[in-house]
C-alpha cells in the first residue's frame, strides 16, 4: 500500500464509531518516525502545530474523543456479558446522573420492558445502590422538571403492567377521548399535570394503549404522538405502542457521524438490551423507514472490533 493510501487508511480508522484496531496495529505500527511526522503535519485535525517550539502536538479535544471511541467495543463487551437485571439498574442510574438529557433512557426502561423485566431492574437497582429508583428518580430531578418526574417517572417506573390478551374496547375508546380533551386544553392545564393522563399511560397495558392509539386516530385524524408537544411524552406514546419505530429513530440519530457522544452511546445500549428481544422486527422498521438495512448502515458507520460486535449481536435474531 502507497503511503499516501496508508495516511487514508488510518484517517478513517480514528474516524466514525470505534476504531479500526487492525489498521492501527498493522500500519501505525511499522511506521519510521518520518512517516509519522508526516501523518502529523498531514492531519491538522488531530494535531496542532506549535510553532514556535517546532513541533506537533495532539488536540486535546480530539484526544478526548478518542478514549470514547477506544472504550466503546470494551463498554459493550461488559453490557453485553451483564445480567439483563443489572445492565438497567446500572443504566438507569447513569441516566439519573447525567439528568434531563438522559430522561429518555429512564422511559426506555420503563416503557419497552416487560412487568417481569422491569421488576428484576427495581431488585437489582437495590442490590446496587442501597436506594430504590423510585426514592432516586423523586429525588434527583429538580427544577421545571420536578413535576414531570414526580407524577410520571415515578408512575412508569414503579408500573407492573397487566400482560395478558384482554382489552375492553369500551374503556379504550373513552381513555382515548380522555387523551384527546387533555391535548386539547394542554394550554389551561398542562398534560403533565392531568393525573387521568399519568394514570391511563403509566398503568395501562400496552395492547390496551395500542387500542387507545387507535381510537385516538379515528377521533382526531392524527396518531397521538403527533399531537403531543412534549418530547418525552411523545417517546413514552412510542415506547409503549411502537417501540421499533422509536428505537429505529435512536439508533438513526446515533449512527450520524457529528454527534455528541451520549448520542453515540444509544447505538450500543440498543443493540444490547434488544439484541436478545425484537431486533429482528427493528431491523424491519428500520429499512422500512430509512431505506437502508441496519447492517448495512452500521457497516458503514462503525470500526474495528467494536463494528463485528455489533454486526455479530444484530444477526442473532435472523
Not at 511499522?30 to 502529523?40: A, F, L, N, S
Not at 470514547?68 to 438507569?92: C, G, I, Q, T
Not at 430509512?290 to 435474531?317: C, H, M
Request: hydrophobic share 35%; net charge positive; aromatic share 8%.
Amino acid at each position: 500500500m502507497a503511503f499516501n493510501q496508508e495516511l487514508e487508511a488510518i484517517t478513517q480508522a480514528f474516524s466514525g464509531h470505534g476504531v479500526d484496531e487492525k489498521s492501527l496495529a498493522t500500519i501505525l505500527g511499522k511506521w519510521d518516525p518520518v512517516e509519522r511526522e508526516t501523518y502529523r503535519k498531514k492531519t491538522s485535525h488531530f494535531f496542532v502545530e506549535d510553532h514556535e517550539r517546532k513541533f506537533q502536538k495532539w488536540n486535546d479535544h480530539h484526544v478526548r474523543l478518542l478514549k470514547h471511541e477506544f472504550v466503546r467495543f470494551k463498554n459493550a463487551v461488559v453490557l453485553w456479558s451483564m445480567h439483563p437485571w443489572e445492565r438497567d439498574a446500572r443504566l438507569a442510574k447513569e441516566a439519573l446522573k447525567k439528568g434531563p438529557s438522559s430522561y429518555n433512557v429512564l422511559i426506555e426502561i420503563a416503557c419497552t420492558r416487560s412487568s417481569e423485566e422491569l421488576l428484576g431492574a427495581r431488585k437489582a437497582y437495590h442490590s446496587l445502590f442501597d436506594h430504590s429508583i423510585e426514592e432516586d428518580v423523586a429525588s434527583h430531578i429538580h427544577g421545571i422538571d420536578r413535576k414531570f418526574c414526580k407524577q410520571l417517572l415515578v408512575a412508569l417506573v414503579s408500573a407492573y403492567r397487566y400482560e395478558g390478551t384482554k382489552v375492553k374496547d369500551d374503556t379504550a375508546k373513552s381513555e382515548a377521548k380522555t387523551l384527546s380533551n387533555a391535548i386539547k386544553n394542554d394550554q389551561k392545564k398542562p398534560i403533565v399535570e392531568d393525573d387521568e393522563v399519568i394514570r391511563i399511560l403509566a398503568t395501562r397495558s400496552k395492547l390496551h394503549l395500542q387500542a387507545v392509539s387507535k381510537h385516538y386516530k379515528e377521533i382526531s385524524g392524527k396518531n397521538l404522538e403527533e399531537d403531543l408537544n412534549d418530547l418525552r411524552f411523545k417517546e413514552i406514546v412510542q415506547c409503549l405502542c411502537t417501540p421499533q419505530v422509536y428505537f429505529s429513530k435512536v439508533l438513526d440519530a446515533a449512527l450520524k457521524i457529528d454527534v455528541d457522544k451520549n448520542v453515540k452511546k444509544s447505538l450500543t445500549r440498543v443493540v444490547i438490551t434488544r439484541a436478545d428481544i425484537d431486533m429482528k422486527e427493528i431491523k424491519t422498521e428500520y429499512q422500512k423507514l430509512y431505506g437502508v438495512s441496519l447492517p448495512q448502515k452500521i457497516e458503514e458507520t462503525a470500526k474495528g472490533n467494536y463494528k463485528d460486535f455489533l454486526l455479530t449481536l444484530i444477526a442473532r435474531g435472523g
